[in-house]
């Protein structure tokens, strides 16, 4: 039995469904992304699984006990919101003594022992005392964060919770967020249409397009072996042409260039090359099958001589093929 087990979950909005059927087991201790653009229902399945919204039809199990209909107050769930939902007038010591001020049978004693705890697993002791207008996005973020987790919630829900920081800022609380995630052996869901965050955070990846699940596995699995031409174009980026007749997929990074005198499968003339640090990125054109990616490292792009209007010569490995069905794509 798993620890979250989210069963036909469906859900409507006067006509609309968002929601439809929707299936998931979350093991203990897991950290679980659901990747999806807007609109795809991921943050709406989150507010059902935290007791905000209710479903139409379908159930949620924690640890086996119904708790579908359950209020969000009895769920001993942590939520991080995209907005922090800081109070502006309280300290950060404050804000952390305000959630635990929630929780039944913990005295104000124990939350003033818990809070600073709290807070020096987050990094954020030294900034106690400060407001939070007087601290940086990251900080801010943080502190909804450790807020959340003095609860010691059986369950942590992150709802876009890097989406508001810039770049640099997001790569690095990513593996902060892991990091304390793994301390604690919580188990957390957390909403993102950021596929680099999924990639890098999750154990499993649910990816879901237009109410539904097209496909849950690991980073890797996902990656190497998308289910759908959806999750092969939403995670990484994919190239698609046409063979015969039949739909093939194939990851920039996946394909040779080759000297003329090897075996090759297709000529490609260079339409422009985007340098991308260790990698080159060559656009170009395969006669009658459109536009195409290829990644190579830059060492080898300038050992070749790449230029604009260049012919040169690729390899699709067999092995590195993924086939689908004209009804798929």
Do not use: W
Not at 184 to 201: C, K, N
Not at 221 to 239: D, L, Q, S
Request: hydrophobic share 40%; proline share 4%.
């Amino acid at each position: 039995m798993s620890f979250l087990e989210i069963k036909n979950i469906t859900k409507r909005f006067d006509r609309q469904t968002v929601l439809d059927a929707v299936n998931l087991n979350i093991e203990r201790g897991e950290l679980v992304c659901v990747l999806g653009p807007s609109g795809c229902g991921k943050t709406t399945l989150l507010r059902i699984v935290a007791g905000l919204e209710t479903a139409d039809s379908g159930s949620v199990f924690m640890n086996g006990k119904d708790c579908t209909y359950m209020s969000a107050a009895k769920r001993n769930f942590g939520i991080v919101f995209q907005s922090y939902a800081l109070f502006p007038n309280m300290t950060v010591l404050g804000n952390i003594l305000f959630g635990l001020g929630r929780k039944k049978n913990l005295s104000e004693e124990d939350a003033r022992l818990r809070a600073p705890e709290v807070l020096r697993l987050v990094d954020l002791y030294e900034h106690k005392d400060k407001y939070p207008r007087q601290l940086s996005g990251g900080q801010q973020q943080r502190t909804a964060l450790a807020r959340a987790i003095a609860l010691s919630p059986d369950c942590l829900l992150l709802d876009e919770p890097l989406s508001a920081l810039d770049a640099k800022v997001r790569s690095k609380l990513r593996g902060e967020i892991r990091k304390i995630q793994h301390a604690l052996g919580v188990t957390t869901i957390m909403v993102t249409h950021d596929q680099e965050e999924a990639l890098t955070m999750a154990d499993r990846i649910v990816v879901m397009n237009n109410a539904v699940v097209e496909q849950i596995g690991t980073p890797r699995e996902i990656y190497n072996h998308p289910a759908t031409p959806f999750a092969a174009n939403f995670i990484g980026t994919m190239n698609f042409y046409n063979h015969y007749g039949e739909t093939r997929a194939i990851r920039p990074e996946k394909i040779e260039v080759v000297g003329r005198t090897e075996s090759y499968d297709f000529t490609m003339r260079v339409k422009s090359l985007e340098f991308k640090g260790a990698l080159t990125g060559i656009y170009g054109l395969l006669p009658d099958m459109g536009e195409i990616l290829v990644d190579v490292s830059s060492e080898q792009a300038e050992a070749l001589g790449l230029r604009e209007n260049a012919t040169i010569f690729l390899r699709m490995p067999p092995e590195c093929l993924i086939k689908y069905s004209a009804t798929e794509v």
